[in-house]
């Protein structure tokens, strides 16, 4: 996001979704906060993988520091799933069908 590689809405939808983990964390009794955050993180990686695919610069305009910006947006990106699953699984100890 410090690099302006990917356009604002990249940073729009992960720092929303940030929030509503926060949200979800706070409200512990809360099955909608947990849902909400779960359909985040699930949509977050559909369009992580549209913004890395599309702003991917060309290999002749990759810096140092671009190229570090989209590492770490992959790396994020393979976090993810497993953070997805770890969700699915507070969701169901909180009552989730």
Same mark, same amino acid.
């Given at each position: 996001c410090m690099n302006y590689m990917f356009p604002g809405s990249y940073?729009?939808?992960?720092?929303?979704? *940030?929030?509503?983990g926060i949200w979800?964390?706070?409200?512990?009794?809360? *099955?909608d906060a947990i849902m909400m955050f779960l359909t985040g993180l699930v949509l977050?990686? *559909?369009t992580d993988i549209i913004h890395i695919s599309?702003?991917?610069p060309p290999n002749k305009y990759l810096t140092?520091?671009?190229?570090f910006s989209a590492g770490m947006a992959i790396f994020s990106l393979l976090l993810k799933p497993?953070?997805?699953?770890l969700?699915?699984?507070m969701y169901r100890e909180r009552g989730g069908e």
């Open positions: 940073a729009w939808g992960n720092f929303s979704v *940030l929030a509503l979800a964390i706070v409200q512990r009794d809360s *099955l977050t990686v *559909l599309v702003f991917y140092d520091a671009k190229r497993v953070s997805c699953y969700v699915y699984r």
